[in-house]
């Protein structure tokens, strides 16, 4: 006998979805000012293409806003201004040389830029008066953010105490706040790399060319394949060589490093990574090496 019962069961990448949905119109409706924080990465492409859906065929209602080191790659910012073009909605940039001419912050010469995002990150906060800011950490990618609840608490120092979280059983959030305060949103909480690639070839969305694989003159420093630029001077004893590579995570370029791939697709990238034993951070981000607990040590001063 013919089954006519219609299945109406979501697929695992449906269930997602509608999860950071939700969480994209729940803030929109509770806070006053929620800004999403857009790095060009595929990570907040993901997240823009989720408030595109979220609120469609309204416009997205809130600003997005990028911290300029001045070190970032030119595909990541052509693809950034790809999607705010085609989108319509407000960029804002808070560039970390302003926020160095303004006091804000104090370039000393050692501090690397990716550290020098905290400060500028919530002066512009501070200054746009915003509530609420959308991030796209996910669980999987660093045992930091692997305890952090979806809306996360920052005090009025823009700080985050991760033994002083609020609860979400049955996903339900608590978005009090008290003057000064805000709250950081992370809609893609739950999404691991595989989940970003399997929507990225399921929706076709646009993401910047280094993801994929392409020839490039590289050398090696601490275990990472670093890209040879003006901004990233050799080392006594590093040799530059052209390979075949592609970028798994996109940050300062002095700072992110490649890993050698032919994989020139998605789905190529997702067979690649189906086997990794490594995250992207973990692979490639040299932030992420200065101490065992860099990432929380950031975290609790206010970075992403």
Known sequence: MTDTHAD??????????????????EVAAEF????????GGKDS???????????YPAKIPFPVLQVDTGLDFPEVLATRDNWVNRLGVNLVVASIDDAIANGVVVDDGKTSRNRLQIGTLLNAIEENGFTAAFGGGRRDEEKARAKERVYSHRDEFGQWD???????????????????????????????ELDI?????REGIEIPQIYFSHQRRVFERDGMLMSETPLNPLRPGEVVEERTV???????????????STASTVDEIIDEISIATLTERGATRGDDRFSEAAMEDRKKEGYF
């Open 162 to 192: 991760p033994k002083n979280q609020r609860p979400e059983l049955w996903s339900l959030y608590n978005g009090r706040l008290h003057a000064g305060e805000h709250m950081r949103i992370f809609p893609i909480s739950n999404w691991t």
């Open 8 to 25: 109406y069961r979501l697929s695992q990448l449906d269930q997602l979805e509608a999860e950071s949905i939700h969480i994209f119109r």
């Open 246 to 260: 592609r970028f798994r995570t996109c940050g300062d370029i002095t700072l992110t490093g490649c890993v050698e």
């Open 197 to 201: 690639w399997d929507y990225i070839g």
């Open 32 to 39: 006053e000012k929620p800004v999403l924080m857009f790095s």
């Open 45 to 55: 492409i993901v997240m823009l293409r989720l408030a595109e859906k979220a609120f």
